[in-house]
T-cell receptor, first 116, second 112 residues
Framework: GAVVSQHPSWVICKSGTSVKIECRSL??????MFWYRQFPKQSLMLMAT?????????EQGVEKDKFLINHASLTLSTLTVTSAHPEDSSFYIC????????????FGSGTRLTVV | GEDVEQSLFLSVREGDSSVINCTYT??????LYWYKQEPGAGLQLLTY?????DMKQDQRLTVLLNKKDKHLSLRIADTQTGDSAIYFC????????????FGRGTSLIVHP
């Protein structure tokens, strides 16, 4: 089945530094990638949607200069949290959608970001 | 806009059946999904149902869809402690620009 590999699983960084999170689709072409943020005991908050080779579309309230998304190929998308602050600490999850929509949206295993 | 609603908690005894309910508002949804999330992990697709189906069964899982009422349910037979997790209902469709909508998730607690 479709697999999305997300790395790192967890990361601790200092305030002011940048962190990059990668998502790779291992056995299918991810035409669309979704990046979510999940707060404790809450649902997924969609941050942005990106199609391969295009600029990401950000949801209202999400700072595009702070959360840089790159979807340069059909198998790789990255989210870079720039100048991280403690309030950016959260669980970030990517989801990929291939050409056949009946496979649903395949999720990565998530990245726990802690900014100290 | 589209909205997906779920109850937040469900507690069942091991061996009983669990039924998690979901309602949605977008009548154009093509597919409806159930995902499972264990602590600290991503979401795992459990099953999905096409919008022109009424029921789908997959081992211990039974999905019922009432398209008229826009109501979706997931029944887990013989619930085990390993089924304890958060279950998300989601609706989606075809087309690259279709953005899936997720419910807030139902936390299923299975106790002995």
């Amino acid at each position: 089945g479709a697999v999305v590999s997300q790395h790192p699983s967890w990361v601790i960084c200092k305030s002011g530094t940048s962190v990059k999170i990668e998502c790779r689709s291992l056995d299918f072409q991810a035409t669309t990638m979704f990046w979510y943020r999940q707060f404790p005991k809450q649902s997924l908050m969609l941050m942005a949607t990106s199609n391969e080779g295009s600029k990401a579309t950000y949801e209202q309230g999400v700072e595009k200069d702070k959360f840089l998304i790159n979807h340069a190929s059909l198998t790789l998308s990255t989210l870079t949290v720039t100048s991280a602050h403690p309030e950016d600490s959260s669980f970030y999850i990517c989801s990929a959608r291939g050409r056949q929509s009946n496979y649903g949206y395949t999720f990565g295993s998530g990245t726990r970001l802690t900014v100290v | 806009g589209e909205d997906v609603e779920q109850s937040l908690f469900l507690s069942v005894r091991e061996g009983d059946s669990s039924v998690i309910n979901c309602t949605y508002t977008d009548s154009s949804s093509t597919y409806l999904y159930w995902y499972k999330q264990e602590p600290g992990a991503g979401l795992q697709l459990l099953t999905y149902i096409f919008s022109n189906m009424d029921m789908k069964q997959d081992q211990r899982l039974t999905v019922l869809l009432n398209k008229k009422d826009k109501h979706l349910s997931l029944r887990i037979a013989d619930t085990q402690t390993g089924d304890s997790a958060i279950y998300f209902c989601a609706e989606g469709g075809t087309g690259g620009s279709y953005i899936p909508t997720f419910g807030r998730g139902t936390s299923l607690i299975v106790h002995p």
